[in-house]
């Protein structure tokens, strides 16, 4: 996909990837924490819901109803989304998997929710899945430059070169990005580093 394009296909084909991942759990994994501290994994696909049917008016409308505070704008869609069993939910999230609506951000920000949501989710569960990784390097990217306030690594990134080992055996440019002492990492640890998470030690050196 180009750098340039809207990210709808892998999005599409990620939300799809993780549909079918959930339709495998019982009903005690889905109170299962994530790594989203303070919600289940529940709760993540109620956001995932709440986070594919919004739009750019209702982003608005909404931040301004939240006095522009965003854990308390993702809470409240959170909670407009969850539904008392979980399977319903999830019926929720597959009715909305095919739209391409958005709050007014950059399109890196689409694989940003897809994937480190979906690691919230899988992980806890013990699910493994891989990542597109061209679409994991432009999450990197925006992440690294986006303010920890705002749910991005700038600061944790800062004077520090990002360098993601499940590269190849060749060194790669594009794979790298920064100055200063390595970060080294799978590139789905690097994301989940900048976007916050608590990475198992050995992932990331």
Request: negative net charge; glycine residues 6%; charged residues 25%.
């Amino acid at each position: 996909m180009s750098r340039s394009g809207a990210p709808w296909s892998v999005v599409h084909a990620e939300r799809e990837a993780l549909i079918a991942d959930l339709e495998r759990l019982d009903d005690t994994a889905w109170a299962t924490p994530s790594l989203c501290t303070g919600w289940t994994v529940h709760d993540v696909l109620a956001h995932l819901v709440n986070d594919a049917k919004t739009t750019p008016f209702s982003f608005v409308a909404q931040l301004a109803s939240a006095r522009f505070d965003f854990d308390a704008l993702n809470q409240r869609g959170m909670e407009a989304e969850r539904q008392e069993h979980p399977r319903d939910t999830l019926e929720r999230f597959r009715a909305a998997a095919g739209r391409t609506s958005s709050a007014p951000t950059p399109a890196a920000t689409r694989y940003v929710e897809a994937f480190v949501h979906g690691e919230d989710i899988r992980r806890p569960l013990g699910i493994t899945h891989t990542y597109p990784r061209a679409a994991v390097l432009e999450a990197i990217a925006h992440q690294r430059k986006t303010p920890v306030a705002m749910g991005g690594g700038r600061e944790l990134a800062a004077d520090r070169t990002l360098v993601a080992i499940d590269a190849g055996a060749t060194p790669d440019r594009s794979l790298t990005l920064g100055h200063g002492p390595a970060v080294r990492g799978r590139a789905i640890d690097l994301l989940l580093w900048l976007s916050g998470r608590d990475v198992a030690p050995e992932a990331i050196s």
